[in-house]
């Protein structure tokens, strides 16, 4: 099985273009087939060299690998021209000087149904000649047959007058050389696959075969995925939320996470599962099980699953990952972040629960590296006089505690004694330790909390809460 991802680098890679990326690369690795990476430049004035970057750039970060490529289609250019050349040759292909007011005419004169046929002219744009009966059967893995009558199809226009190739006719013949078996892309690409198809046959009929010595010349098995909608069912958009890879990266989404979900979207694991490492959808993954109903791509989904992948990880994985999406972020320097190496992973341990993505953790635990927060509203709430009597009587508690160790259970206990002899409810005392630490009313568990940061510094941030403003 040889199977090709194809983008084309106008821009960011999108959401629809990753899962197609994705079920390309499953049921390469789920077979052992190869992958083909091609980026189909052709369009000169959106195709630049940044934007191929952000696509491969991407692709690495989702962690899909490629086999053969990155292969440029305008590279290929004189593999183009000669295969042109050979249909004209053959009388398989003609070049027309016709113009798009021209193919109205004729529609208006012979029915908007009837294909254009143009007259044969020494110069102008090259058209592929459609055979005047008969069809071309589109065979969908997916979708099933889907029948184009010759009679309604234009002889399309596949090179520009000065001889470089449009999208269909280099896509076809970059198929044909690259022996793919099977193309697999989205559900808006079928109409464009009988005007392939009748290149690869034009190409085939006038003797051309693949560029690999050997390869057999064959006509690929195609498979055209469901649209994605948005949760409202309406074809996905910005307006639904993040729409490429890069929003979903800068959004502090985990790779896994991410590969879990796309795959999920137009098709289903054997036992309906919903958490899958990549592992069980290379085995699990085939095309019987892709839906031809369209997907729906939903956030909130992502986000929850995004948790669950987050929370499997070690500790010291994830401190990792929180590490590198601080510092591309910008939002932490190293030094804050390097100081204390372990407090990194402590820290990592005790947010996870209450995280679903990267991006949540430093407005959760970054006081632990850059001290408490300013919130006024939070002070004024949790610190005013009972509350600091309460909050002075827990350092006196935690200054005692556990000797020499000071660990989460020691400061739990020492607490729980001021609870006792005060008669005070948890969240009275534990709010203004919260916000003496954190600056803030929200943060890992307290007890965790003040462990990690250690009594000196714990008793240093309550003395600074207490110290008169």
């Not at 191929?52 to 183009?80: F, K, T």
């Not at 226009?157 to 044909?176: E, H, K, P, Q």
């Not at 050997?214 to 098995?221: D, I, N």
């Amino acid at each position: 099985m040889r199977l090709r991802f194809a983008p084309s680098p106008t821009g960011a890679l999108h959401i629809g273009g990753a899962r197609t990326a994705l079920f390309n690369w499953l049921l390469a690795r789920h077979a052992g087939g190869a992958l083909v990476l091609r980026i189909e430049d052709t369009d000169r004035e959106r195709s630049t060299p940044e934007n191929v970057e952000q696509i491969l750039d991407a692709l690495r970060w989702l962690e899909l690998d490629w086999d053969e490529g990155p292969i440029l289609q305008s590279a290929r250019s004189e593999r183009h021209r000669e295969v042109l050349e050979r249909l004209l040759h053959s009388g398989r292909a003609y070049r027309s000087s016709a113009t798009a007011e021209d193919v109205q005419e004729y529609k208006r004169r012979h029915g908007a149904e009837r294909g254009f046929r143009g007259a044969e002219e020494r110069s102008g744009a090259v058209r592929l000649r459609v055979p005047e009966e008969g069809a071309t059967v589109v065979h969908d893995a997916i979708r099933g047959e889907t029948s184009f009558e010759h009679v309604h199809l234009d002889d399309p226009v596949i090179a520009r007058a000065d001889g470089s190739a449009l999208y269909n006719f280099a896509v076809a013949i970059d198929d044909l050389d690259a022996a793919i078996t099977h193309v697999v892309r989205g559900e808006d690409h079928l109409s464009n696959t009988p005007k392939q198809l009748l290149v690869l046959e034009a190409a085939l009929a006038a003797g051309i075969r693949p560029l690999p010595a050997g390869a057999e010349p064959s006509l690929p098995v195609y498979a055209h995925l469901p649209l994605l909608h948005g949760p409202d069912g309406r074809k996905l958009s910005k307006r639904h939320g993040a729409a490429s890879v890069q929003e979903l990266r800068h959004a502090g989404y985990l790779p896994s996470a991410v590969r879990n979900y796309l795959a999920l979207l137009g098709w289903g694991a054997t036992d309906d599962a919903t958490v899958l490492s990549t592992e069980a959808l290379i085995e699990q993954f085939s095309l019987e099980r892709v839906s031809r109903s369209p997907a729906r791509f939903d956030e909130t989904k992502l986000r929850w699953l995004d948790g669950v992948h987050l929370r499997e990880l070690p500790a010291q994985e994830l401190a990792r990952r929180l590490e590198q999406f601080i510092g591309e972020a910008g939002l932490a320097s190293e030094a804050q972040l390097s100081a204390d190496p372990q407090r990194l992973v402590g820290a990592a341990r005790i947010s996870r629960e209450k995280m679903q993505t990267l991006a949540e953790f430093w407005p959760l635990a970054g006081f632990f590296f850059t001290g408490p927060v300013e919130d006024p509203s939070a002070r004024e709430r949790w610190l005013d006089e009972r509350g600091r009597a309460l909050l002075a009587q827990a350092r006196d508690a935690l200054a005692l505690a556990g000797a020499p160790d000071f660990d989460e259970p020691a400061v739990e206990a020492a607490l729980a004694e001021v609870l006792e002899r005060t008669g005070a409810k948890a969240r009275d005392l534990y709010q203004p330790l919260r916000v003496a630490i954190a600056g803030r009313a929200v943060s890992p568990g307290i007890f965790e909390s003040v462990a990690l940061l250690g009594r000196e510094e714990t008793l240093a941030r309550v003395d600074a809460a207490l110290a008169p403003r």
